[in-house]
C-alpha cells in the first residue's frame, strides 16, 4: 500500500509561467512533510517543508500547501525557471526520523 | 570532504555474490538510512540505524544487512546479490529533530 503518491509521473512548464506538483497520503498519523530535488545522478536535496500545524509554507519560489482534511499537498514553484527541471519527490513523516516517498515527478521546464 | 559520501558509486556484480555499499557522514548524525530508488516506486527505505549499534528494518529488509559499530559508518551488505536488486542505493542522515535527511550521491548497482 502506497502511503504517499504522487499521481503524475511527469508534468511539462513553460519558462516563467507557475509549476505545480501535487501529492497525496493516506495515513493521517504523518505530522511533517517535505518537497525534495533530484537530478541525475545526484542524491535527493532538501528543498521545503511544512508542519501538519501549518498551511502554508513559502521558501523564495517555493510554496507547498498543505490540506490536512484532503491528506493533499502541493508545492507551487513562481516562476518556474531552466534550472527547475528536475525529479521532485514529496515525502512524509510520522515519527522516529523515518520517511515514507511518493513515487517522484518528473518536471520539464521548456524555454 | 566534509558531507555524506557513498563508495562505491557504480558496482556491477553476478548473482550469487556478496557485496557491501558504504555510507560515510562527517556531522555525527545519530540517524542514518539506506534507500533504494526504483522506477514507480520512488524511493523505499531499506533499513535504519538511530545510532551506533542500534539498527532496525524499513519497508524493504530482505536480503540486506546492515551494521553500525561508528556513528560515522553505515554499510549495506547484500548478502546474495539477486537481479531484482538491481536498483540506484541512497544514503542518508540526520541528526534528529527534524525531518530534513541529507543524501549522498547514489550506488548504481547492477545485478548481472
Known amino acids: 500500500d502506497q502511503q504517499v503518491k504522487q499521481n503524475s509521473p511527469s508534468l511539462s512548464v513553460q519558462e516563467g509561467r507557475i509549476s505545480i506538483l501535487n501529492c497525496d497520503y493516506t495515513n493521517s498519523m504523518f505530522d511533517y512533510f517535505l518537497w525534495y530535488k533530484k537530478y541525475p545522478a545526484e542524491g535527493p536535496t532538501f528543498l521545503i517543508s511544512?508542519?501538519?500545524?501549518?498551511d502554508k509554507n513559502e521558501d523564495g519560489r517555493f510554496t507547498v500547501f498543505l490540506n490536512k482534511s484532503a491528506k493533499h499537498l502541493s508545492l507551487h514553484i513562481v516562476p518556474s525557471q531552466p534550472g527547475d527541471s528536475a525529479v521532485y519527490f514529496c515525502a512524509a513523516s510520522g515519527g522516529a526520523q523515518k520517511l515514507v516517498f511518493g513515487q517522484g515527478t518528473r518536471l520539464t521546464i521548456n524555454p | 570532504d566534509a558531507g555524506i559520501t557513498q563508495s562505491p558509486r557504480y558496482k556491477i556484480t553476478e548473482t550469487g555474490r556478496q557485496v557491501t555499499l558504504m555510507c560515510h557522514q562527517t556531522w555525527s548524525h545519530s540517524y542514518m538510512f539506506w534507500y533504494r530508488q526504483d522506477l514507480g516506486h520512488g524511493l523505499r527505505l531499506i533499513y535504519y540505524s538511530a545510532a551506533a549499534d542500534i539498527t532496525d528494518k524499513g519497508e524493504v529488509p530482505d536480503g540486506y544487512v546492515v551494521s553500525r559499530s561508528k556513528t560515522e559508518n553505515f554499510p549495506l551488505t547484500l548478502e546474495s546479490a539477486t537481479r531484482s536488486q538491481t536498483s540506484v542505493y541512497f544514503c542518508?542522515?540526520?541528526?534528529?529533530?527534524?525531518?530534513?535527511?541529507?543524501f549522498g550521491p547514489g550506488t548504481r548497482l547492477t545485478v548481472t
Open positions: 542518508a542522515s540526520v541528526q534528529g529533530g527534524s525531518g530534513e535527511q541529507y
Open positions: 511544512i508542519s501538519s500545524i501549518k
